[in-house]
Nanobody, 114 residues
Framework: QVQLVESGGGLVQPGGSLRLSCAAS????????MTWYRQAPGKERELVAT????????NYVDSVKGRFTISRDNAKNTVYLQMNNLKPEDTAVYYC???????WGQGTQVTVSS
């Protein structure tokens, strides 16, 4: 069974940083493109970042370019999202997902507020 467990969210002030982690199991992690999505209140779920199976092919939505970095450690079956210079508009529940599969993690809440 594909399982994805996100962690690392929390409340942070504008300009602050968070590092999200997603621990994966139930599939060959190193064979799959991994993604981060987010869903803000009243909005559709949005693709934020993607990373190729070997750590290449990095892509980001325009609104986070230069601030967020996606990475992965295939030995640990984990994908990360380093989030710097956070803005209130980054407030959302963040989810990870393997491109091949339908399953989502439980999500982790990121709230950026003074």
């Amino acid at each position: 069974q594909v399982q994805l467990v996100e962690s690392g969210g929390g409340l942070v002030q504008p300009g602050g940083s968070l590092r999200l982690s997603c621990a994966a199991s139930g599939f060959i992690f190193s064979s799959d493109v991994m993604t981060w999505y987010r869903q803000a209140p009243g909005k559709e779920r949005e693709l934020v970042a993607t990373i190729g199976s070997n750590g290449g092919s990095l892509n980001y939505v325009d609104s986070v370019k230069g601030r967020f970095t996606i990475s992965r450690d295939n030995a640990k079956n984990t994908v990360y999202l380093q989030m710097n210079n956070l803005k209130p508009e980054d407030t959302a529940v963040y989810y990870c997902k393997a491109r091949r599969f339908k399953e989502w993690g439980q999500g982790t809440q990121v709230t950026v507020s003074s």
